[in-house]
């Protein structure tokens, strides 16, 4: 069993920047791979950027709409996962959703509680 709390959301001008962190509890040795997952009202959740724990070394994989604008890391030290968003756009908002793949023989997938993103214009 993992838990997942994220931190960081709110409201931020276009142009800015914000900063979500999520922060994995329990069985975390089990988890191969975190990311962030988004849903605008009325739309799926979608990928937004992942992180593979044990392949390459970290291989990182983005939604298209946001190479180069947001970037995804793993901060050992504090446990944690994070994404930073710079070049924030309207489009982005939505409640962003932390989610990690855990194995034990069978894949598993946990999602956080979702934080609200909200880019004004």
């Known amino acids: 069993q993992v838990q997942l709390v994220e931190s960081g959301g709110g409201l931020v001008q276009a142009g800015g920047s914000l900063r979500l962190s999520c922060a994995p509890s329990g069985n975390t040795a089990s988890i191969t791979g975190m990311g962030w997952y988004r849903q605008a009202p009325g739309k799926q959740r979608d990928l937004v950027a992942f992180?593979?724990?044990?392949?390459?070394?970290?291989?990182?994989n983005y939604a298209d709409s946001v190479k180069g604008r947001f970037s995804i890391s793993r901060d050992n030290a504090k446990n944690t996962v994070d994404l930073q968003m710079n070049s924030l756009k309207p489009e982005d908002t939505a409640v962003y959703y932390c989610n990690a793949q855990y194995y034990n023989g069978r894949t598993y997938s946990y999602w956080g509680q979702g934080t609200q993103v909200t880019v004004s214009s």
């Open positions: 992180i593979h724990f044990f392949i390459g070394g970290g291989n990182t």
